[in-house]
């Protein structure tokens, strides 16, 4: 029980694959300027990074060692493709909104990361873990960015209207250059805060 | 729809709709190999390579056998086997017979199998319905852009070296700032041409 907050509390803040760790902004990015958008998006990476460790952790003793990014290459997109066959089937206007990006989850570095440096080494229950906390450690960047995108840059949130009529939108948000804006103020202000924590640990150590 | 000029595709894809600026694709080697202006354009000469052959490959394997088969939904095993085996080729074929370039390229290579822009281009064209002239005009254009931004984005960061950058920021954050703002003079170009 232990082990599963620690592993909890790394993924969604000391290692955020996002911020911690700089994978998987391709896709952080673009579908961020509405938060439904990105709520879809981080929940499908969820359910592909979590079932697919879990997946490549259960075959990873049979598995031949240089044949094992193909395997993992084609374990994630079975998962993509059941994600975006469900959207289709389901929420169609979600599946066009997001257009390509459905797709882009195989190439997510997130997914290939935890594969790699977590799920060869672990058993499957554990991976599961880790894929799920890895997931909602990105799913929260993302609403972060989405939550200052959408509010301000059409005056809702969740499609809901926040401010009145009279609110001028940010025509910026809603272009590509803001994301790379606050992208960059969470990471900076991630970095500040973590800094602070690992001196006044050195300070308490020492 | 209207049928577009692949020239004006081309264009598209370079400047108003850059993959890197406007779409988000590739960042992570956006990030992580524009330290120096060499390596940057080494990668975007192999990104562009990689992306003209592939797409084609890609654009044949789903009108030719995906789509009359009823097999559209396997579209993301197939493309990015394809493009792993391509990038594999490639290698193979390169060390054999072109060894110079190999070795200035070489070690690209395997980041380019999963580099999202690559699988990006193969998915948009078929999103967009693009014919074949428009596939070749849309992917050449797109690794050129790539080259672009890639290249112009190690060149401001030399520059930028021994600037005095705030502690939380350094690395990955100021280099995301940098890129808004390249990002921010792009927009200036949507005038030109507007593909979508």
């Known amino acids: 029980m232990k082990k599963v907050k620690e592993i ?26 509405l938060m439904l958008n990105s709520l879809i998006m981080g929940l499908g990476l969820i359910f592909v990074t ?68 977590f799920a060869q080494k672990n058993t499957p ?13 990105y799913t929260m960047v993302l609403l972060m960015i989405s939550f200052v995108r959408e509010l301000l840059g059409f005056g809702t949130l ?17 272009m590509p250059p803001a994301a ?19 001196k006044r640990k050195e300070v308490s150590k020492a | 729809m209207i049928e577009l000029n692949p020239f004006v595709i081309f264009i598209a894809a370079i400047f108003t709709n850059n993959m890197i600026l406007s779409n988000f694709l590739g960042m992570c080697s956006f990030i992580a190999v524009s330290k120096e202006i060499p390596t940057a ?46 990038v594999q080729l490639l290698e193979m074929v390169l060390e054999k017979y072109l060894p110079n370039l190999y070795y ?7 980041l380019i199998t999963v580099n999202c822009a690559i699988l990006g281009v193969s998915l948009f064209m078929i999103i967009r319905n693009y014919n074949f002239m428009q596939t ?39 280099t995301l700032i940098i890129t808004g703002i390249m990002a921010l003079a792009f927009v200036g170009f949507s005038g030109i041409v507007q593909i979508q």
């Not at chain 1, 229950?125 to 450690?137: E, K, M, R």
């Not at chain 1, 790379?180 to 602070?196: P, R, S, T, V």
């Not at chain 2, 995906?66 to 097999?71: A, N």
Request: aromatic share 14%; hydrophobic share 55%.
């Open chain 1, 8 to 33: 909890f509390r790394m993924g969604l803040w000391e290692d955020n694959p996002v911020f911690g760790q700089i994978l998987g902004i391709c896709s952080a990015l673009a579908v961020t300027n």
């Open chain 1, 50 to 117: 979590a079932l697919s460790s879990f997946t490549i952790s259960l075959i990873r003793s049979f598995t031949p060692k240089h044949i094992r990014m193909m395997v993992q290459v084609l374990i994630i997109s079975a998962y993509v493709i059941i994600v975006d066959i469900f959207l289709k089937a389901y929420y169609p206007d979600m599946s066009k909104a997001l257009g390509p990006y459905v797709g882009l989850i195989i190439t997510n570095c997130i997914i290939m990361g935890r594969a790699e440096a």
């Open chain 1, 125 to 137: 229950f554990i991976s599961l873990i880790d894929g799920v906390a890895s997931g909602l450690g």
């Open chain 1, 158 to 174: 969740f499609g809901y209207t926040i401010f009145s009529e009279n609110f001028t939108p940010w025509t910026i948000m809603v």
């Open chain 1, 180 to 198: 790379f804006f606050l992208l960059a103020m969470i990471i900076w202000g991630a970095n500040i805060f973590l800094n602070k924590k690992e």
């Open chain 2, 41 to 86: 354009l080494g990668l975007g000469q192999a990104v562009t390579v990689v992306l003209g052959f592939t797409s084609i490959i890609n654009y044949f394997i789903y009108q030719k056998i995906l789509e009359p088969l009823g097999l559209e939904y396997l579209r993301f095993i197939v493309f990015i086997v394809s493009i792993a085996a391509f």
């Open chain 2, 104 to 110: 200035s390229l070489g070690i690209f290579l395997p």
């Open chain 2, 136 to 174: 070749v005009g849309f992917s050449i254009g797109s690794g050129l852009g790539w080259t672009l931004a890639i290249t112009a984005l190690a060149g401001i960061r030399q520059k930028i070296k021994n600037a005095p950058v705030p502690e939380g920021l350094k690395g990955p954050g100021i």
